[in-house]
């Protein structure tokens, strides 16, 4: 450490709660290999909702061939958005959704993490615990309400340690789940494995090129949903230029492994599942080897609701609420798992329904951040101050964001609601999400060198970047 440079007050320390909110993390507080974020998304993809989305290949009626081009392509553009998000917390040293504030405005950003964020965290949040619950409830034969509830428990401690705490655990899950996972594919393989053919006949086809596009969307949407936070989980590394590729590239690798291996799993074994609940599906399969299976699964919910749990909390903060972290994590829990007992019957359709409102959202978002990182100077970090001026009231960053949301409208293809251009194409599968950050794209790059829509008269250097100690509320 060089003279003049103060003494980390949080560092490395695992059993330490971490005292960083929203705040940017300082040079004397960054620490960690790049290698952390492979652990990190790796754990976070061995979750059974991959192998979910995978069971509908069939119902699509695509072939096996078809079904895995349409997943390797999906996890391999999901990874590289990534990848590139997750370099940024390293360049900045700040959340993802506070990146945000640079092309939309301190307040202009309330909005969409409001939604996104927010409203995603805590929705992930309850699936995750849905799937995570039911798991150890059968496995148990205790009542769901009772697994779900140690779940959440278990979740708020570590979401409220902190950053140094999920990456410890995202490791030592790595390392449990994979045999775990690696056990359920042998098995599931071997006992209900296919190889099918396309089958227009299937109850779910709707063309073989619209089926492609809508389930191929459905792996990259997954990615999309992460998107808002993975700088969140970067962002207390070393900037250093090495650092910052190795980062992406390990962030990268970690998401497309996990995403192609279980999604695949799923199309495999999906055509031969005979229940409709996929937990009791997965029993099946498993046979006598369902006890590691549902181990597995409920381990699993922990690596992903760890990252959901925090995220939300981080969200809550950027909206100005003014809370603590650790009392956000509790509220994001408490309210996540009494959504789950009013969500635990009909899974599948709720997590479809959530997985496409979150991208149609997300994508203009991501669409947006990316342009402005890399187009409207966003990646010089003698801007971050810019980032807690609250005199930034609104930009037009904003605008490209609502409008791609808006543009998206007519193609929404979902049980929710379903757009007038999808009702009358619906071959042409559901291309929301593409459309959205297209034009949000469009709109971003007519706009963002015009002049501010709203800033305030200017005033001091905010707190959190002006060398004083942290305060966990923004």
Not at 288 to 293: G, I, L, T, Y
Not at 321 to 336: K, M
Not at 356 to 364: E, K, R, S, V
């Amino acid at each position: 450490m060089t003279e003049g440079t103060p003494a980390p007050v949080y560092g490395s320390s695992v059993t330490k709660v971490e005292p960083f909110g929203v705040d940017h993390i300082p040079d004397s507080e960054r620490h960690g290999r790049p290698s952390s974020q492979f652990f990190v998304w790796f754990a976070a993809g061995l979750n059974f909702p991959i192998i979910l989305l995978g069971f509908s290949a069939a119902w699509f009626g695509l072939s096996f061939g078809a079904a895995t081009a349409a997943i390797v392509i999906g996890a391999a553009s999901g990874s590289l958005l990534m990848a590139v998000m997750s370099r940024m917390g390293v360049r900045l040293g700040v959340p993802q959704q506070i990146q945000a504030r640079g092309p939309l405005g301190f307040f202009g950003n309330f909005l969409p993490v409001a939604y996104i964020n927010v409203f995603a965290g805590i929705g992930w949040a309850s699936v995750t615990v849905i799937l995570g619950g039911k798991a150890f409830a059968e496995l148990t034969h205790l009542p769901f309400w009772l697994c779900a509830g140690v779940l959440t428990a278990v979740e708020l401690v570590v979401s409220i340690y902190g950053y140094n705490m999920i990456n410890y655990l995202q490791r030592v899950l790595t390392y449990v789940l994979t045999p775990l996972f690696l056990l359920i594919t042998v098995v599931a393989v071997v006992r209900g494995g296919s190889f099918f053919h396309s089958d227009p006949h299937a109850s779910g086809y709707i063309g073989a090129t619209g089926g492609w596009i809508t389930f191929c969307g459905w792996f990259l949407s997954f990615l999309v949903a992460w998107a808002p936070f993975a700088s969140d989980y970067s962002r207390y590394l070393p900037d250093t230029p090495e650092v910052v590729t190795r980062t992406a590239w390990y962030t990268g690798l970690g998401n497309f492994v996990t995403i192609c291996w279980l999604g695949i799993l799923g199309v495999v074994v999906g055509g031969s599942a005979t229940s409709s609940d996929s937990i009791t599906a997965l029993h099946e399969l498993a046979g006598p080897f369902a006890v590691p299976a549902l181990i597995a699964v409920g381990l699993s919910a922990l690596a992903q609701n760890f990252l959901n749990v925090y995220g939300g909390a981080i969200s809550v903060q950027t909206l100005k609420v003014p809370v603590s972290r650790s009392q956000a994590v509790t509220v994001i829990c408490l309210l996540a798992y009494g959504i789950s007992l009013w969500g635990e019957s009909g899974t599948e359709d709720k997590f479809k329904v959530f997985l496409n409102l979150t991208a149609y959202f997300i994508a203009p978002f991501a669409a947006v951040l990316l342009l402005d990182f890399y187009l409207g100077g966003r990646s010089d970090p003698s801007r971050i101050e810019e980032l807690y001026d609250r005199h930034r009231v609104l930009d037009w960053g904003f605008v490209a964001w609502a409008g791609g949301v808006a543009a998206s409208v007519p193609f929404w293809q979902s049980s929710f609601y379903t757009g007038p251009f999808s009702k009358a194409h619906p071959g042409a599968g559901d291309l929301s999400m593409f459309v959205a950050a297209g034009a949000g794209a469009v709109l971003y790059l007519l706009t963002y060198r015009l002049k501010p829509l709203w800033v305030a008269s200017a005033g001091p250097v905010p707190a959190a970047v002006s060398g004083k100690p942290p305060v966990d509320v923004s």
